[in-house]
């Protein structure tokens, strides 16, 4: 497996509104391998496939403390909310950045899993949290965009700093 390079804020391509998926095939299976993978390295919870550069409508996760329980979910689509809550979210494609965001207590879920066969999935608390978190992803949208435009000229600053940081360090001889 390969771990696969995750697309920074505020990189365009993070903006790209991810296209349906026509084939689960062995080639698919190996990007979702790949993606699960490269979440478990980082480490995540969810990662969507526009996060690395792949604009398919492609999610996976997995919540679980022993990361033991993963969900691949192709062309999701979420049927019914309920409820809402307010939790901190953070982003592997932002960095080290945190904030609180409202969304469903408790969703359904339409989707394809990794052999192409059509799902339906209520999910609560955590993953469901995750699951919008990542669906937002193929919709081309940041968590950083429910938050004021201050708070996210912040994080533009905070991520740039530490990008300079990292540059100013990795001088070779």
């Known amino acids: 497996m390969t771990i696969l390079r995750i697309l920074e804020f505020p990189d365009p391509k993070l903006r790209i ?10 080639g698919l299976r190996v990007v979702i391998d790949n993606m699960f993978e490269t979440m478990y390295a980082a480490p995540g919870i969810g990662l969507a496939a526009t996060q690395v550069d792949f604009h398919k409508r492609l999610l996976v996760a997995d919540v679980s403390v022993e ?3 993963p969900h691949v979910l192709i062309n999701p689509r979420i049927l019914e909310k309920d409820g809402s809550k307010v939790s901190e979210e953070g982003c592997l494609s932002i960095p080290g950045y945190f904030d609180s965001v409202k969304r469903a207590e408790t969703i359904r879920v339409s989707f394809l899993d990794r052999n ?16 919008q978190h990542e669906i937002d992803h193929l919709e081309g949208k940041l968590f950083v965009d429910y938050l004021s435009e201050a708070k996210r000229q912040k994080v533009r600053k905070k991520l740039h700093k530490q990008r300079r940081v990292q540059s100013d360090s990795s001088i070779m001889f």
């Open 116 to 131: 192409g066969n059509q799902q339906e999935k209520d999910m609560e608390g955590l993953l469901a949290v995750c699951v």
């Open 67 to 69: 990361k033991d329980d």
């Open 17 to 26: 509104k991810a296209i349906p998926i026509e084939t689960v095939d062995d």
